[in-house]
């Protein structure tokens, strides 16, 4: 009975001292840095967690909001023309890209530019010039029509347009702006210089994306609004956009078409 009871004993003792010698063999500096100590993810383990969301299109490595941008299936082209309806305006945006873009500027011609009331100040200009002797001088027409052009000119901003593309959050992404030109001043003596004073206001699509709102009690007739093929639609697209639900909305979106000069 005793040396049962001293092997009882004995075993558990060995058996600890056996763990003991073992650990002791390790020092606790190699064991930092390691992922003995750390609650952190494996290396290994995250390299392939970044090559599953890859396959989402949700990389960690890109910035936050474009894992909100559209996706492939909320760029079809028949939705949206059919979203955007009549405001799809082509002189002022592009679906694909113009083959124009590589142009920085598109100037256009002298007589969609001359303000109308710049020319009816040159046309009544008195242009009777006299000399020394208060004598008038004798200018030819041809003269002064070359004069007058040279005001309308001098005084007429020219503008630029040009294709911007302005991101993947709108639809269509390529807008045509007007710019006005700054470099040289329109005024005599110098001073004065061209702004943008008119502008149009054209609509397109812009994606949009907020939080889902929290999920309320509601009553039977309520539950049963939609069918479980719209809920599982609409979940998929929660889940695809990390709980944010997107759509496309109609805004206004202001682009310039004339310019002036002004102070």
Not at 65 to 74: E, G, L, T, V, W
Not at 106 to 127: F, G, Q
Not at 150 to 178: A, E, Q
Not at 230 to 237: E, F, I, N, Q, T
Request: proline share 4%; glycine share 4%.
């Amino acid at each position: 009975m005793k040396t049962m009871l001293d092997l009882k004993v004995i075993i558990p003792l060995l058996m600890l001292s056996d763990i003991v010698l073992s650990f002791q063999t390790f020092k606790y500096g190699d064991l930092l840095g390691t992922d003995f100590f750390s609650n952190k993810i494996p290396r290994e383990d995250r390299r392939n967690r970044r090559k599953n969301k890859l396959n989402n299109a949700i990389n960690e490595e890109i910035p936050g909001f474009m894992r909100y941008a559209p996706k492939q299936q909320d760029l079809k082209l028949k939705r949206l023309i059919k979203k955007l309806g009549d405001d799809f305006n082509d002189k002022w945006m592009s679906i694909e890209r113009p083959i124009d873009a590589d142009q920085s500027e598109v100037l256009i011609s002298d007589s969609e530019i001359i303000d109308e009331k710049l020319l009816k100040d040159v046309e009544t200009l008195n242009m009777t010039l006299t000399d020394s002797d208060n004598a008038v001088a004798n200018i030819s027409d041809h003269t002064l029509n070359l004069f007058k052009r040279w005001l309308l000119l001098h005084g007429t901003c020219n503008i630029h347009f040009v294709y911007t593309d302005i991101g993947s959050m709108f639809w269509p992404r390529w807008i045509r702006k007007g710019i006005c030109t700054t470099e040289v001043s329109c005024s005599w003596p110098p001073g004065m210089s061209c702004l943008p004073t008119e502008g149009e206001v054209i609509r397109i699509l812009r994606w949009n994306c907020r939080r889902g709102k929290r999920k309320h009690k509601k009553g039977r007739r309520n539950k049963q609004k939609y069918s479980n093929a719209v809920k599982d639609l609409r979940k998929r697209r929660r889940d695809r956009y990390g709980g944010m639900r997107c759509k496309w909305l109609k805004i206004p979106y202001a682009v310039n078409s004339k310019c002036v000069c002004s102070c």
